[in-house]
Nanobody
């Protein structure tokens, strides 16, 4: 049973930084793609960033490119999202997700419970 557990959310002022973590367990994650998504009230969930487990290729939404960095530690089975220069528009619940193979878009198979990020102006 795959489990994804996010942590690291919180309240930060605009311009500040946070690092989210996603602890993955339950199986080997070779050939998986790990992603971060976010959802604000009344807004559809949107893609933020993704990384391939094997090669570490990364993909970003235009809205976070240059500010957010996704990485993974294969020894610790953990995926990170370093968020810098945060803006109030980044306020959302952030979800970690995983899918087996394919591209970084499309349906993800597994989801975490989410962690709240609030950026004050």
């Amino acid at each position: 049973q795959v489990q994804l557990v996010e942590s690291g959310g919180g309240l930060v002022q605009a311009g500040g930084s946070l690092r989210l973590s996603c602890a993955a367990s339950g199986r080997a994650f070779s050939n998986f793609i790990m992603g971060w998504f976010r959802q604000s009230p009344g807004i559809e969930r949107e893609f933020v960033a993704a990384i391939t487990w094997n090669g570490g290729s990364t993909y970003y939404a235009n809205s976070v490119k240059g500010r957010f960095t996704i990485s993974r530690d294969t020894a610790e089975n953990t995926v990170y999202l370093q968020m810098n220069s945060l803006k109030p528009d980044d306020t959302a619940v952030y979800y970690c997700a995983a899918k087996y193979g394919g591209g970084y878009l499309g349906a993800y198979d597994y989801w975490g419970q989410g962690t709240q990020v609030t950026v004050s102006s």
